[in-house]
């Protein structure tokens, strides 16, 4: 099993940043690929960001792209989330995971980000 736990939610201001971290521990021997991901309310879970755990393969969804970072500390087993240029339309839980297979297998509990206009 694989424990994924994020952090760095919070309040920002529109135009603002806040960096997000997601902690793995457990087996992540077994994981090969990363991702955030976020989910208004009353929305859909939306994908934002992934990459390979040895820094390839990185893919943007259009929404963030330009203004998120995707990158991770594979000697501190944490991957982050950078936003820069916040909106009020960024508000939502942000959701790291990690893909073992050919579906993103594990989960973390989520954190809020909130950003005011």
């Known amino acids: 099993q694989v424990q994924l736990v994020e952090s760095g939610g919070g309040l920002a201001q529109a135009g603002g940043s806040l960096r997000l971290s997601c902690a793995a521990s457990?087996?992540?021997?077994?994981?090969?690929?990363m991702a955030w991901f976020r989910q208004a309310p009353g929305k859909e879970r939306e994908f934002l960001a992934s990459?390979?755990?040895?820094?390839?393969?990185?893919i943007y969804a259009d929404s963030v792209k330009g203004r998120f970072t995707i990158s991770t500390d594979n000697a501190k087993l944490t991957l982050y989330l950078q936003m820069n240029s916040l909106k009020p339309e960024d508000t939502a839980i942000y959701y790291c995971?990690?893909?073992?297979?050919?579906?993103?297998?594990?989960w973390g509990q989520g954190t809020q980000v909130t950003v005011s206009s």
């Open positions: 995971a990690g893909r073992v297979g050919g579906a993103y297998d594990y």
């Open positions: 457990g087996r992540t021997f077994s994981m090969y690929r």
């Open positions: 990459m390979n755990l040895n820094g390839a393969n990185i």
